[in-house]
């Protein structure tokens, strides 16, 4: 099964911005992407997959 989780930033665009992790629980790797206020990102969450979101200063 697959679930489609989409981030829209909607954050003060001078002192943060969100940083999206995606990841594997099978391995230590790790991806970073990070999104300005106003913009939206599609990510896919599948069998040993997850994503963390937060807000992150600037």
Known sequence: MTTTVTVSAHC??????????????????KTESYLEDGQEQSFYVY???????????K
């Open 12 to 29: 003060d665009s001078s002192t943060t911005k969100v940083r999206v992790i995606e990841g594997d629980r099978d391995s230590d790797e």
């Open 47 to 57: 069998d040993t997959k997850f994503l963390s979101v937060d807000e992150i200063p």
